[in-house]
């Protein structure tokens, strides 16, 4: 069963002030809902949503000692936190797949269920599976974690999330602004995408706490329209109102430069890193439509929902 439908449910929000963390703060709060946000830096987080009153916590998932007080009074739990930088890892600083997604939701896992909480939502991502990239496995490792806590849960998978605060297409806008070129990496036309607004996962994840269809669900959390890259990157810039071409950058190409660049302190691109930003990212939205009675937005309506009010 998931946790009864009333506002007194007290929700902590691991990842809450990052990019999808922050869809999901703000349907919370739309829904009414009594929630806290475990950040590693409750000072630094402070104005990360001006206008909410939000209870921040202290915590690091990957030292369980540092949840226990974070988990003091909760019924659920949602875990979205992902390691800095992501997909660029830094083994030194333990920003991993491994020590913040796999470890972390263990750890995560076993105080919410020593705090007495009785539901957690797992925010995955498409492709997660027991063999495979790392990332894939560290997200399996997550997902089993979940399943087999005895708590009530929801796994959600997104694939490819935008929306006015990501870290992706926002990068290919920030390029087209003075440059007349947009830099795609890859075989132009061949990565498939099923990109999904930020505010539908928001929408899925608080739908998951309160709908009872969603427990032990594993669900595709993707948009509407299958697309290229290539024609995600277009559809952008044609509503931010600017005519830019797509300049191709063979992967081949940009591997032997990541595999160069890896060896820099604090490395701007690796070749792990190219390998998961080329990857198909499709997710079908049938299920949550069918199950959870949730429609997902075209990518042009959630797009001009924000991109013609810059600059
Ligand atoms: N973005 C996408 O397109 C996408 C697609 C599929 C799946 N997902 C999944 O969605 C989740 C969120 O992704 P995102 O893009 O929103 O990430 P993000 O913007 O980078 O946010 C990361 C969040 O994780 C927290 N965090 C980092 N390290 C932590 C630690 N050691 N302990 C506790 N919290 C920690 C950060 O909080 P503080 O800095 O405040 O501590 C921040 O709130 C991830 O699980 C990701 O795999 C994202």
Redesign the pocket.
Known sequence: MACDNTADVMILV????????GGIVRELARRGKQFAV????PA??ADRFPGLAVDYRA????DPSSLEAAMAGVDAVIG?????N?PIENQKKGHTFED??AV?TENLVALAKAAGARQYVY???TGAAPEGYHWFRA?WRAEQAVRNSGLTYTILR????YGPE???LNRFLAMSRFQPFVPLIGAPGRQEMQPVFVDDVGRATAESLDNPAAATETFDVGGPDVLTMSEVVRTALKIAGRRRFLLPAPKFAMKALATLLQFAPGPPLTPDAIDFITMDALGDPSDISQKLGLTPTPLHEGLATYLPKRD
């Open positions: 691991a990842g809450g002030t990052g990019f999808v963390g475990l950040t590693r830096d630094r987080s915590g690091d998932v990957r979205c936190q992902q390691f800095p992501s913040v997604d972390g925010l995955s991502a997200k997104p694939p490819w999330v990501d870290g992706a």
